[in-house]
């Protein structure tokens, strides 16, 4: 670990002298914007269907997947919430690790071709738990577009995005469901039982039994080369970008020097945590998460509390603007984009990053973690983005705070003031929980970015290494320069990874069907067999 450190410091202190030189970070800016502005304009082309909107073609085939996948299994997203909560509270982890076959007798096979057994105390695979795979995907999802994506999409397409935005999440729960299920079923395991998942793997191995190996395996190549570029940017240089400017701007400081100590400290402390892989990652998560969404929300119910007697005038706002646009350029149709845009965005689904964490899951059962899964989208827009959209439109009818329909910049301030207009100096509160996000979120896409990385390169101790250490700097790196140009590619990349994911998944929904049938078959076996034990407790009784 020391080592490790000393290499970090060492490769960080050249780079301060460039750091500190605004032309030659501006140089970078502009060379990136001429040599990827290309890909960017292509990821995020909008499709026009009027003079008045355009849908961008990325967020067409979200929605559309999301949509595909909640009729495929017959909506999932709602039949499938009880067994969810139920799942992660561990009501059923004695099938997922002896196997219901082992435990009641199921006669379902139990196939195991794609998940590789390992030598360990619990006897099953995986290295975590539901909750604490929940809550490491959950770290890359909840940050700031929740707190400032929310207000920016209100700006644009005012109090009825929100319900869009909803919509979003619901329909969003089906998509994580699915690349969830096929994240576990696919996944490999080392001998050392340290898991690699995710889209590539199942792109891969899963087309391939359907005699579409070619295709999988460049549709999985593509994928690692676009999770990698989307680790460094947006999952890294963007959430120690606003991470620094967050802490600068509350302590009143000035030049650079405090984003560079800031950067180095953030550095050091990610370095830490993500040596230790997805173990300690989890580790962290399940900690850090639950704490900062609570802080969150508890404020939130604290605003809305205080002004009860606007809730009611609030939904009907959104419900009224989410059909009518309230005069918003682009009427209905842009409110809708505005919404569904910031509820694709936040959650993720669709995307495949969050298929990678869940499959390093302790379980036999594929199915099981992607019911888990699908409480993603509810937990992050449903619950947390709507909390802030509520809370900006309530302190809205007093204080006018917001203008609808006049894009905003700084989203992250808007809140601040919303929520100071109510619980006074609660943005020191505020730039806590934006610097723990942006630190979870950091931490996850290490992960993501990392099991693309090997993917590519082989495994290996040097091979990780060597992607640590450079995500390292590239934190250090977000949080002193001007960024432009470098985050709009690294976004891209980001969401061109929805192309081969979605592609992969529609293909194989059939494979996870059959998963989803043979885990509620082994949790109807558990049941009856607890029942038949209680009867035959009461006719001895």
């Not at 929940?134 to 999802?141: G, I």
């Not at 937990?379 to 909390?387: A, E, F, G, P, Y």
Request: proline residues 2%.
């Amino acid at each position: 670990m020391k080592k490790y450190l000393l290499s970090l410091i060492t490769l960080l202190i050249p780079i301060i002298t460039f750091a500190q030189n605004n032309s030659a970070s501006d140089r970078v800016d502009a060379i990136f914007q001429k040599y990827t502005g290309w890909f960017v304009d292509l990821i995020f082309y909008e499709i026009p269907f009027s003079e008045s909107f355009q849908i961008p073609w990325v967020l067409i085939v979200l929605i559309g997947g999301a949509f595909y996948f909640t009729i495929y299994f017959k909506l999932i997203n709602f039949t499938g919430f009880g067994t969810a909560i139920r799942v992660v509270r561990g009501k059923y982890e004695d099938i997922e690790k002896h196997g219901a076959d082992t435990l009641y007798g199921d006669v379902t096979p139990n196939e195991q071709e794609n998940l590789i057994e390992t030598i360990r105390d619990d006897s099953a695979d995986g290295e975590v738990s539901h909750f604490q795979a929940l809550t490491a995907a959950l770290s890359a999802t909840v940050g700031l577009g929740n707190i400032a994506g929310v207000a920016v999409a209100l700006s644009i397409g005012g109090p009825g995005a929100t319900f869009w935005m909803i919509v979003a999440g619901l329909l969003g729960m089906a998509s994580k469901f699915a690349e969830c299920t096929l994240g576990v079923k696919f996944r490999d395991v080392g001998p050392d039982g340290t898991v690699y998942g995710g889209p590539m793997y199942y792109l891969k191995k899963g087309l391939g039994q359907k005699g579409l190996g070619g295709l999988g395996k460049v549709l999985a190549i593509l994928f690692a080369i676009f999770v990698i570029g989307g680790s460094f940017g947006g999952g890294n240089m963007f959430q120690a970008n606003q991470a620094a400017a967050q802490f600068v701007q509350l302590f009143e400081l000035q030049g650079t020097s405090a984003a560079i100590w800031f950067g180095i400290a953030m550095a050091i402390i990610v370095a830490v945590v993500i040596i230790g892989g997805i173990k300690r990652i989890a580790k962290v998560t399940e900690k850090i998460v639950p704490f900062m969404a609570g802080i969150y929300v508890l404020g939130a119910i604290v605003i809305l509390v205080a002004n009860y007697h606007h809730i009611g005038d609030a939904f009907a706002l959104i419900f009224e603007g989410a059909f009518s646009g309230l005069g918003i350029a682009g009427g209905l149709v842009g409110v809708m984009i505005q919404g569904i845009r910031r509820g694709a965005f936040s959650n993720e689904a669709g995307v495949g990053s969050a298929a990678i964490a869940h499959s390093a899951v302790r379980t036999k059962y594929p199915a099981s973690e992607g019911i888990v899964a699908l409480l993603e989208p509810f937990i992050d827009t449903v619950v947390i983005c709507t909390m802030t959209a509520l809370v900006i439109v309530i302190t809205n009818f007093d204080n006018n705070i917001i203008q609808y329909g006049v894009e905003i910049n700084e989203g992250v301030e808007l809140t601040a003031t919303a929520f100071d207009s109510v619980i006074p100096h609660f943005s020191v509160v505020l730039t806590v929980a934006v610097i723990l996000f942006a630190f979870s979120t950091m931490i996850s896409w290490s992960y993501y970015g990392i099991q693309g990385w090997v993917y590519l390169f082989g495994r290996g101790k040097v091979t990780e290494l060597i992607y640590k250490l450079l995500f390292c700097i590239f934190i250090w790196v977000g949080s002193v320069i001007s960024l432009g140009s470098v985050i709009n590619f690294s976004d891209a990349m980001i969401f061109a990874m929805v192309v081969p994911n979605i592609i992969g998944v529609v293909l194989l929904t059939p494979v996870v069907r059959k998963e989803l049938n043979r885990y509620m078959k082994a949790i109807r076996t558990k049941h009856e067999a607890i029942d038949d034990g209680l009867e035959d407790m009461q006719k001895h009784m």
